[in-house]
């Protein structure tokens, strides 16, 4: 006999109360820090603290990333496999405070489906920003001050001793009242600070944090300074974690964070497309690409790869910009104009390329149908590779009816195809007209290489022209 309708209700009551159990349950046992198996290497994304610091976004006077930007943003950083993203402290402003609550609830609605993302706000140790980060709901703190000769004698002015007679104090109650929280101190522009007097402060914070940063602020430190820094820290406090985070003032950023990483440094902070202040810190997906090549793979544990040059052409697109030149996970790395090239390319790919671009999603299919595509990438493609007209709405209502179609594909049509029907058919679009005799002079190589043919010494054949 079927339950009758308040056997039913009666059911969903006791359903009601099991979701409800389990959700205190996990934001109690599941969702603490403390049960988290850090990877390998960790990223802390800090494009939506520090890249949001970037001069580019003043070049359209745009000036910050909307809550729509940053919603996309942070939701694309989960689904590739970020699971600590840096936000700035939410009483910076009113923005800020509503924009950390619109993050959370995006990272709340990818729990089930990602797992958790912990939530770090950016504070000064201050118990001002401390306390607006714990209303917030922010699963840890990401405490700085500036521990240089620099910054004691022209910002806070405070001598070694009195840096420690605020932090330590707060450190404590911050650690006795809330235990939960993940908590990271930072001796500011740690590069030009000597090891003397960064023991001399860490020593007494060590034993209430989870993890120890080391800022290059202004981007001093080179390869050979950054594996001896990490090398002493170790030695000193073997037990705990220590953070990265290298700013690009001479080039560094991306050799100084590998070098980091190899030399045991667990978390790294990043950002997209390596922007920041100035030149910016590391690029996220150039770090993962040189950790590729140099075949250090338990790094690459958990991270989506193929969604890297996606999530590039994502945020290129929310700096109004291409994805830069100079960052390696980009479609100008796999672009040749060179006459020569292309002769030798049409062979064998290896010739000019010797490393797996298309494993990072520089590659047609990943470009229109990888997870993270979504209008941006269908007017990048459209615009960038396939060289029509199109404004950004028209791209937009054109991936509407891409998404719609794609899914009913029959198994041997291309979704390419499916996408230059729908742009010509039904919306009419042309393309630009560039003169005849620069037509053949750009050959972009955008094919999927087999698992197997992928190494960087195997010969890549099986290349597919890609000619504008
Ligand atoms: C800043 C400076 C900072 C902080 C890094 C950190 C730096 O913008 O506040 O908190 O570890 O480069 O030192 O980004
Ligand atoms: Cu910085």
Redesign the pocket.
């Known amino acids: 006999m079927s339950p009758s309708f308040k056997d039913k209700g009666g059911l969903r009551g006791v359903a009601l109360v099991f979701a409800l159990i389990l959700k205190s349950w996990s934001s109690f046992i599941m969702f603490q820090f403390k049960h988290y198996q850090p990877r390998p290497l960790e990223i802390i994304d800090t494009t939506l603290r ?1 890249g949001s ?1 970037t001069s580019l976004l003043h070049d359209h006077y745009k000036y910050f990333f909307t809550q729509n930007d940053k919603i996309e943003i942070a939701r694309d950083l989960i689904t590739f496999g970020v699971k600590f993203l840096e936000l700035f402290a939410p009483n910076v402003s009113p923005r800020e405070r509503d924009d950390f609550a619109a993050i959370k609830a995006t990272r709340d609605e990818l729990i089930m489906q990602k797992g958790y993302t912990f939530l770090l706000a ?1 504070v000064r140790c201050h118990p001002d920003d401390v306390a607006a980060a714990v209303e917030a709901g922010a699963d840890g703190l ?1 405490m ?1 001050m500036g521990l240089s000769t620099a910054a004691r004698t022209h910002s806070h002015g405070k001598d070694l001793a009195s840096i420690v007679q605020q932090v330590r104090p707060l450190l404590e109650d911050i650690r006795k009242n809330y235990p939960h929280l993940i908590l990271r101190f ?1 001796g ?2 740690a590069f030009r600070t000597s090891e003397a007097d960064l023991f001399r402060v860490y020593d007494e914070v060590i034993p209430f944090v989870d993890r120890i ?1 080391t ?3 202004v981007g001093v430190a080179t390869p050979v300074s950054v594996a001896q820094r990490v090398k002493a820290l170790r030695e000193r406090y073997p037990k705990i974690d220590l ?1 990265g ?1 290298f ?1 690009d003032d001479r080039g560094f950023s991306i050799i100084n964070a590998l070098e980091a990483v190899k030399s045991g440094m667990r978390y790294m ?1 990043t950002t997209l497309l390596g922007v ?2 100035r030149s910016g ?1 590391t690029s996220m997906t150039a770090l993962f690409y040189n950790l590729y090549i140099d075949k250090c793979y338990d790094h690459l544990e958990g991270y989506h790869l193929r969604g890297a040059y996606p999530i590039n052409v994502m945020f290129a697109s929310k700096l109004k910009k291409l994805v830069p030149s100079k960052e390696p996970v980009s479609l100008t790395n796999r672009t040749h104009t060179a006459g020569v090239h292309q002769k030798a390319l049409l062979n064998s790919t290896s010739t000019y390329e010797a490393f797996p671009l298309d494993q990072f999603g520089v590659s047609e299919s990943e470009v229109l149908l990888g997870p993270l595509s979504g209008w941006n990438i269908v007017h990048y493609f459209l615009k960038e590779i396939k060289y029509y007209n199109l404004d950004e709405a028209t791209a937009r209502q054109i991936a509407t009816v891409f998404k719609e179609r794609i899914y009913n594909l029959a198994q041997n049509d291309s979704p390419t195809q499916l996408l230059i029907d729908i742009a010509e058919n039904e919306f009419g679009l042309t393309h630009m007209i560039i003169p005849e005799r620069f037509k053949d002079n750009i050959v972009q190589v955008m094919d999927n290489v087999p698992q197997s043919d992928s190494g960087e010494n195997g010969t890549r054949q099986g290349a597919v022209m890609l000619k504008r």
């Open positions: 520090e610091q950016h990401n700085y930072s500011e522009d940063g800022p290059d602020t953070e985070h700013h902070d920041g202040d810190i």
